[in-house]
């Protein structure tokens, strides 16, 4: 793991670079949505994961290190770390966040699940698409920190070749050639979450793969500042620097070992 020293140097940098624009999810019931930290005008659930409720096999957990706001900086760095070539800053901001989030939170999803994670995985490109998702090119190199991710294997995760309806929640858009042992804890990365079909596709995928449990932990929840009441949500936000101590499990602080 890495040192005090070094990840303060670390926080103190993202903070410096992008804690004027990146903003920290909320968890609040009622305000936002309990599965994805959206704006959900007083229900419990966005209307996008109310959907998705009715499947069998859902992520654990999920977790959201900053929201993504199209057509803004936030916007833009989610795009722009995977452009071809990739803004260097931006892709240095994603792997900030990502480093911090497990540098400083590497417990918190086996504490909320009662299991430590055992394996961890990329939510890849959907259709698949030629070469190494850019995601899954930082976690790698994060994974050779000190072992900054989860310890054992990569379950490696691909997309299919051809989807009808990719926003869809359907295990069968994504496959593994790894069969997981029995109590395995999957922490799966994904960058940005739009509707969640991704990501809850990628999480059935591995429980068909043996995976007892799986946390999802992503980089961006996006949001649109003209949908409803978005963009009074980001504007009561807008005086709250970035903060990478602030659990993204729980919006507020870590949740002690043996809260399952």
């Known amino acids: 793991m890495l040192d005090r020293e070094t990840v303060a140097r670390l926080d103190a940098a993202l903070v410096s670079r992008a804690g004027g624009y990146l903003r920290n999810p909320v968890r609040r019931e009622r305000v936002t949505c309990g599965v994805c930290a959206t704006p959900a005008a007083g229900y419990e659930h966005c209307y996008q994961c109310k959907r998705h409720l009715g499947q069998d096999g859902l992520a654990d957990a999920a977790a959201f290190l900053t929201y993504a706001v199209s057509g803004r900086q936030s916007g833009y760095v989610m795009r722009g770390y995977k452009a071809r070539p990739p803004v260097p800053e931006h892709r240095t901001i994603v792997a900030l966040l990502l480093l911090l989030a497990l540098a400083k939170h590497a417990d918190c999803p086996g504490a909320l699940a009662g299991a430590a994670v055992t394996h961890w995985a990329v939510v890849p490109s959907l259709p698949a698409r030629p070469g190494e998702h850019p995601l899954r090119g930082i976690a790698g190199s994060l994974h050779g920190i ?3 991710l989860a310890p054992g294997c990569e379950a490696r995760l691909a997309g299919a070749a051809s989807v009808a309806f990719p926003r869809d929640v359907d295990p069968a858009h994504f496959s593994t050639g790894a069969r997981l042992p029995g109590g395995s804890h999957v922490l799966l990365l994904d960058d940005t979450w739009a509707g969640g079909g991704h990501a809850q596709s990628a999480v059935l995928a591995l429980r068909k793969a043996g995976a ?33 101590g602030i659990c993204p499990w729980t919006g507020g602080g870590c949740p002690p070992a043996g809260t399952a």
């Open 146 to 148: 000190a072992g900054q």
């Open 212 to 244: 007892l449990r799986v946390s999802v932990l992503v980089v961006a929840r996006w949001i649109k500042d003209d949908f409803g009441d978005n963009a009074k949500f980001l504007r009561e936000l807008s005086g709250r620097d970035y903060d990478p």
